[in-house]
């Protein structure tokens, strides 16, 4: 599975090429409501994770 996120517009933009990619299976394009957003900021010292 790939989620992307993005506006429509740049979304609508790239199903073309998403047609195009998969032979087979589901594309889905769906809006959500987001409940919350959080984030931990990296502190300078500590190494970024991968």
Request: net charge negative.
């Amino acid at each position: 599975m790939l989620t992307v996120i993005d506006t429509e517009e740049k979304l609508q933009a790239f199903l073309p090429l998403v047609e195009q990619m998969v032979l087979e299976g589901l594309v889905v394009l769906s809006d959500v409501d987001i409940i919350k957003y959080s984030y931990r900021e990296l502190d300078a010292e500590e190494p970024a994770r991968s």
